[in-house]
């Protein structure tokens, strides 16, 4: 419900921060309001740019060591995760010199999700573990009055040793996590850990577990009426794995493109969750094997076309398997942010002159101009910039 709200009311959430940052002594309201959103709110990439962007200005205006500005810094760190590694790290170890001075200790667990994230990211498994277990000790042993960071720190737990291979901790954490859950009537985390479960069960090679545990996280989502792309896009990746153990390959090559595109909308492909990647690029490779170049490509398009609402449809089978595309040069729109990007290319933007428009790292953007580039089938930025003209003027 309150995800739904703050969409809608997202407007007035803007032009209350700016009114912030604009009037003088006002900036350090910006934190609470910035602090406050749940974080389920900063699930695109374009909100998560304008997040950084309001916390950035605001911590200019703002110097005073308060445990709002701790606070503020370490969710800057966490806001800048998959953009720019350097100010995580830089916003993040701020926030914990104050945090600790201050004696907050929750800016710290904070900060230990944070670099729990960061290291799953990277796949430095043990990383991660240990990371969330210094966030959990941080908060306090009694049941808190809002435990939506325990929730987190738990979820990022269940997935690292999931992967790792400790699988019964996984399922305690699974346990823990539901039973927090049941209490709040939190449908969100359930879908989490639930695409959590679905990991351990690939690991164990468990595909049917696996399969039904990723639907169910998918289903959830889609109960609720807010589709987290985070969650979805991973659990639409699992089940391209599924598919191809089934031996479902055209469903396999959909799945493939329905995920890439989500995960792009997000500002984290794929490739940067480098613990998935062992197992993305073995679905791909037999995929590819099984496919002739041109159904793959029809099929991984047409994956890309779709919202996340109809990805969520057809990854629930609630939607028929596509017809074959003929033309495999058929244009494929590209995600929201991929268009953006494309557009800042065609006014002539470098790489660098883009990172700093969008507030996002120019390695990032980097990779959003291969994705267009792969996706058009183009060779150069020059193409890009006419495919853009050329849409223009059929749009006038």
């Known amino acids: ?41 900063w699930g695109s990439g374009v909100v998560v740019s304008e997040g950084l962007s309001w916390l950035d200005r605001a911590l ?10 701790a606070r503020a810094l370490v969710l800057a760190g966490a806001l800048a995760l998959h953009r720019d590694r350097e100010t995580m790290e830089r916003r993040l170890d701020e926030g914990q010199r104050l945090a600790r001075l201050l004696g907050d200790s929750y800016a710290l667990a904070l900060a230990g999700y944070t670099r729990s994230v960061a290291a799953y990211v990277r796949n ?47 399922r305690r954490c699974y346990q823990e996590i539901q039973e927090i859950a049941k209490h709040r009537g939190e449908i969100g985390t359930r879908s989490a850990a639930l695409l959590g479960m679905a990991l351990v069960a690939w690991r164990a090679e468990e595909t049917e577990e696996a399969d039904r545990n990723a639907r169910e996280a998918v289903r959830i989502r889609q109960s609720t009426g ?34 890439d595109a989500a995960m792009a909308d997000r500002g984290t492909p794929i490739s940067t969750l480098k613990a998935l990647t062992a197992d993305h690029t073995v679905c791909d490779r037999r995929t590819r094997d099984a496919l002739d ?49 494309a557009d800042l290319i065609a006014q002539g933007l470098s790489n660098q002159d883009i990172a700093g428009r969008l507030v996002i790292s120019p390695r990032t953007v980097e990779g959003h101009v291969q994705h267009i580039l792969t996706k058009l089938g183009f060779t150069n930025r020059a193409h890009v910039a006419a495919w853009i003209t050329d849409r223009h003027s059929d749009d006038s």
């Open 226 to 259: 807010t589709i987290d792309l985070h969650v979805c896009g991973q659990s639409i990746e699992v089940l391209a794995w599924t598919a191809v153990a089934q031996q479902r390959y055209s469903r396999a090559a959909t799945l493939l493109g329905a995920a």
């Open 60 to 69: 200019a205006q703002a110097p005073a060591p308060t445990v709002a500005r």
């Open 293 to 341: 170049p041109a159904s793959f490509t029809s099929a991984f398009r047409h994956g890309q076309t779709l919202s996340i609402d109809d990805a969520v449809a057809y990854a629930l089978e609630q939607q028929p398997e596509p017809s074959p595309v003929t033309d495999p040069d058929t244009p494929t729109p590209l995600t929201r942010r991929e268009h953006e990007i």
């Open 124 to 170: 430095d498994l043990t990383g991660a573990v240990e990371a969330a277990e210094q966030g959990l000790s941080f908060l306090p042993s009694e049941p808190e009055e809002d435990p939506s960071l325990r929730l987190h720190l738990l979820l990022q737990l269940l997935w690292a040793v999931a992967l790792a291979g400790d699988h019964e901790r996984a």
């Open 1 to 41: 419900y309150w995800q739904a709200r703050l969409t809608e009311e997202q407007p007035n959430v803007r032009a209350a921060i700016e009114f912030c940052l604009a009037t003088p002594g006002e900036a350090e309201m910006v934190f609470p309001i910035v602090e406050l959103m749940p974080r389920a709110y």
